[in-house]
């Protein structure tokens, strides 16, 4: 029989009690359903709304029914959702006195507290994942502040950076990452029992109690949008889909490191699989799946934002579906942050192939106007001279540091002798010293400020 039958007169159709059926997703949040009855039962026996040793046998049992299903004693199942499981466990072990847990509560603002108190958690993993990623970039990035690659735009190549410059970019957005999410949990930190299905209660509840129990520093200030707010969730799936689109950039510059084509890296094989029809394959496979997962937390997110955009105040069933959206960005999230921490330690760089595609493409180019520009030439005339000096080199087949001073010369008199010692791929990132730059000292005192901001989170 269910709690709310006493208004029907016959039973739910068993296809529709199926399909409304919540339990096999919500049953995760038996631990936060369990935390937040608690703290209510405390509450209404501290109010007097019922017997103070009523209270505590309800606390003492939900304590026991949260250690029978944690130890696999008390199996979940048979209920419409988890609050209704636990409240029936309630009720069979301690009779009448079990009833009176639901006073001056709504299912709607118990499950608003049931997922904040679980996002909440969900948060804290997620940045702590963050931080194990980011001192494992940090670590790597120190060993190559001198192995030198080419910095790309429009995929071309640029000017040649560092390794270590390079990795150090996806620790800044992973930082920005974390500081989304530590945002993101002052708006998920707002406690809104007390709401009731929409218009609050009339017994003397203290919401303040509640809240300082379960340690959150405010309650919500209008019951409607108490139970009918899912902005916390919207946000938490769109820090999600930032964080993913972050791995995703960097495992697809793996993926194409990794191409005989680049030949930047070696995959290990603890983190690669192979074909079954090509025998000499390595694939990318935990990189171009992480790459494609981020188009499902894309989803996610868009699926939250479209089961919001039409719904009236307060709460209306469809708002059940949050929960697998929510759940899938996190479980997704986390499992993408474990495997690419332990993938990147496993990685063969090789520093000889990267030093080569630094010095390709004339990536000294800028280098060689901004020389000009110092001995006084204005910068669009030394772009054009630049450029046709490129050109003589493609059509000679020469590279920028293969050029003798003559044939530098030959385009501009302001050239000299010191011009070959500027054009060397070292001496470039040397040069580069602003901070923000790839020369080693400037990387070596970010890492400095990554590793704190890192161990601050």
Request: glycine share 6%; with cysteine.
């Given at each position: 029989?269910?709690?709310?039958?006493?208004?029907?007169?016959?039973?739910?159709?068993?296809?529709?009690?199926?399909?409304?059926?919540s339990?096999?997703?919500d049953?995760?949040?038996?631990?936060h359903?369990?935390?937040?009855?608690?703290?209510?039962?405390?509450?209404?026996?501290?109010?007097?709304?019922?017997?103070?040793?009523?209270?505590?046998?309800?606390?003492?049992?939900?304590?026991?029914?949260?250690?029978?299903i944690?130890?696999?004693?008390?199996?979940i199942?048979?209920?419409?959702?988890?609050?209704?499981?636990?409240?029936?466990?309630?009720?069979?072990?301690?009779?009448?006195?079990?009833?009176?847990?639901?006073?001056?509560?709504?299912?709607?603002?118990?499950?608003?507290?049931?997922?904040?108190?679980?996002?909440?958690?969900?948060?804290?993993?997620?940045?702590?994942?963050?931080?194990?990623?980011?001192?494992?970039?940090?670590?790597i990035?120190?060993?190559?502040?001198?192995?030198?690659m080419?910095?790309?735009?429009?995929?071309?190549?640029?000017?040649?950076?560092?390794?270590a410059?390079?990795?150090?970019?996806?620790?800044?957005?992973?930082?920005?990452?974390?500081?989304r999410?530590?945002?993101?949990?002052?708006?998920?930190n707002?406690?809104?029992?007390?709401?009731?299905?929409?218009?609050?209660?009339?017994?003397?509840?203290?919401?303040?109690?509640?809240?300082q129990?379960?340690?959150?520093?405010?309650?919500?200030?209008?019951?409607?949008?108490?139970?009918?707010?899912?902005?916390?969730?919207?946000?938490?799936?769109?820090?999600?889909?930032l964080?993913?689109?972050?791995?995703?950039?960097?495992?697809?510059?793996?993926?194409?490191?990794?191409?005989?084509?680049?030949?930047?890296?070696?995959l290990?094989?603890?983190?690669?699989?192979?074909?079954?029809?090509?025998?000499?394959?390595?694939?990318?496979?935990?990189?171009?799946?992480?790459?494609?997962?981020?188009?499902?937390?894309?989803?996610d997110?868009?699926a939250?934002l479209?089961?919001?955009?039409?719904?009236?105040?307060?709460?209306?069933?469809?708002?059940?579906?949050?929960?697998?959206?929510?759940?899938?960005c996190?479980?997704?999230v986390?499992?993408?942050?474990?495997?690419?921490?332990?993938?990147?330690?496993?990685?063969?760089?090789?520093?000889?192939?990267?030093?080569?595609?630094?010095?390709?493409?004339?990536?000294a180019?800028?280098?060689?106007?901004?020389?000009?520009?110092?001995?006084?030439?204005?910068f669009?005339?030394?772009?054009?001279?630049?450029?046709?000096?490129?050109?003589y080199?493609v059509?000679?087949?020469?590279?920028?540091?293969e050029?003798?001073?003559?044939?530098?010369?030959?385009?501009?008199?302001?050239?000299?002798?010191?011009?070959?010692?500027?054009?060397?791929?070292d001496?470039?990132?040397?040069?580069?010293s602003?901070?923000?730059?790839?020369?080693?000292?400037?990387?070596?005192?970010?890492?400095?400020?990554?590793?704190?901001?890192?161990?601050?989170?």
């Amino acid at each position: 029989m269910k709690m709310w039958s006493g208004r029907f007169q016959s039973a739910l159709n068993e296809q529709a009690d199926a399909f409304q059926r919540s339990l096999p997703v919500d049953k995760r949040l038996y631990k936060h359903d369990i935390m937040g009855s608690i703290a209510h039962a405390t509450m209404l026996g501290e109010c007097g709304i019922i017997e103070p040793s009523e209270a505590e046998a309800i606390c003492a049992a939900l304590s026991d029914i949260f250690y029978d299903i944690k130890n696999g004693k008390l199996r979940i199942a048979d209920a419409e959702d988890i609050h209704m499981f636990i409240e029936e466990a309630l009720t069979d072990r301690l009779g009448q006195v079990g009833k009176k847990l639901h006073t001056g509560r709504s299912r709607n603002d118990q499950v608003a507290l049931d997922i904040r108190l679980y996002m909440r958690d969900a948060v804290s993993e997620i940045i702590a994942r963050i931080k194990t990623l980011c001192e494992t970039l940090c670590d790597i990035a120190a060993q190559h502040t001198e192995t030198f690659m080419p910095a790309y735009t429009h995929m071309q190549k640029a000017q040649p950076t560092t390794l270590a410059h390079h990795l150090t970019a996806y620790c800044e957005m992973l930082l920005r990452d974390a500081e989304r999410f530590a945002d993101c949990r002052k708006r998920i930190n707002v406690m809104p029992l007390g709401s009731g299905a929409c218009t609050s209660t009339s017994y003397p509840i203290n919401r303040n109690r509640v809240a300082q129990l379960l340690d959150f520093p405010r309650i919500t200030q209008n019951s409607l949008d108490g139970v009918s707010d899912r902005d916390f969730a919207v946000e938490f799936a769109a820090a999600c889909s930032l964080l993913m689109m972050h791995l995703s950039r960097c495992n697809e510059e793996i993926i194409y490191w990794a191409t005989d084509e680049f030949g930047f890296i070696t995959l290990s094989d603890a983190f690669s699989t192979g074909s079954s029809i090509m025998p000499q394959k390595k694939n990318p496979d935990m990189n171009e799946l992480i790459r494609g997962k981020t188009g499902r937390v894309y989803g996610d997110l868009v699926a939250l934002l479209t089961l919001m955009k039409g719904l009236p105040l307060a709460y209306n069933k469809d708002m059940q579906e949050d929960k697998e959206a929510i759940f899938d960005c996190e479980d997704t999230v986390k499992q993408c942050l474990e495997v690419f921490t332990d993938l990147l330690p496993s990685l063969t760089f090789h520093a000889d192939v990267m030093a080569k595609g630094a010095a390709g493409g004339y990536t000294a180019a800028t280098d060689c106007a901004d020389y000009l520009v110092k001995k006084g030439m204005p910068f669009r005339d030394a772009h054009r001279v630049v450029g046709q000096l490129v050109h003589y080199c493609v059509e000679s087949g020469k590279s920028l540091e293969e050029l003798s001073v003559e044939e530098y010369q030959s385009f501009s008199d302001l050239f000299a002798s010191d011009i070959l010692k500027t054009v060397p791929i070292d001496r470039l990132v040397a040069a580069r010293s602003a901070t923000g730059g790839p020369a080693k000292k400037t990387v070596e005192r970010h890492l400095q400020k990554l590793r704190k901001a890192t161990a601050a989170l």
